[in-house]
């Protein structure tokens, strides 16, 4: 079963990769390869930059928030400090990055990471779920009020976003249930395994138990701490409003200025395929910035700007990769004393 699960996730990745793929080199020859390249040097140096530390102070955020759902898991004499924090958070990025799903995998590396900071494996993956979970809910909300101000503006076919916004929809379903659950403490995962009746394979009825008390942690978490529930909501918006500045920074220095409507737009509905089974959602990506900038009517080069969005993230897989690579030697050190 684990092998062809194996066989199963490669295949889906390689097909991904090759369709994205292709329709990136489609976008990029019809686009014209010089066209790209006047446009990036149109940006400039400086600004490229510049949107990189704009960027490293987004992510500081980011890195915040989950030691602040950490924080409130372990007494303050194990608490992990936020330099590690920050470059775990990196780490986690870095695969989830070159994986299907961007923006909602490489959360195994941050578990491994603060493992090998000797925090619990209950308590590692408690916080790194709840931090996913705040973040995938908030992306979704933004993405749906992004689907609901084209509609109700004209600027979408309903036909079209149709899929979309079932999409979301089923996920905004699945999120809320799982908060619900989680914070009247029922939850949410081992009541799904035994509702698939996935509990009856020997392998997966071994984790409940150990499942069911990392749940408790989780729903620890939102008892007598409103404030601090608060405070990573806050944080959770704040970042996702981020992409709207990141839209408008971008398009100021390719030559265009965009209003805020329109960087919300560019900021929701593109994002959609981050959540879709393409790695870092090659081509899609493009190809969806694209349509919605002819939809806005704004002359801009999607592909020169994705490829600008790109470079930061391969600024950040370079760093996460080389912290997780000399990270995992204490991992092993601490598992097996070498």
Known sequence: MAVKRKIFKTVLFILGLLAGGGLFFFLLWRTGISNVIDSLLAFGILPL??????????????????????????????????????????????????TPGAQVAGEPIRVAMLL???????????????????????????????????????????????????????????????????????????????VSQLSR??????LEHWLIETEALMSEFFVGRLKVVATVVGLSFIMAMFKAVEAIYIAHFLGVNVKLSDAFLMSTLPGVSLLLPVPAGLGVYEGSNEAMFSVLGLPINAVAYTVIIRMRDFVFIGIGVTYAIIHSERLVTRRYGK
């Open 116 to 194: 090998a900071d000797g925090v619990s494996g209950k308590v590692a993956t408690g916080s790194v779920v709840l931090d996913l979970a705040f973040e995938v809910t908030t992306f979704v909300i933004y993405v749906a009020l992004g689907l609901g101000f084209a509609l109700t503006h004209g600027l979408a076919n309903s036909s079209g976003v149709t899929g979309s916004i079932i999409f979301i929809s089923a996920l905004l379903i699945i999120l809320i249930g799982f908060f619900v659950m989680t914070i009247r403490g029922g939850g949410f995962f081992h009541k799904l395994m035994r």
């Open 201 to 206: 394979i020997k392998t997966i009825n071994n």
């Open 49 to 98: 930059l510049l949107y990189f530390g704009i960027s490293i102070l987004n992510f500081s955020l980011y890195s915040l928030r989950w030691k602040i759902i950490l924080d409130a898991m372990l007494p303050k004499g194990e608490r992990v400090s936020y330099g590690k924090m920050f470059m775990n958070r990196m780490s986690g990025f870095a695969a989830g990055y070159l």
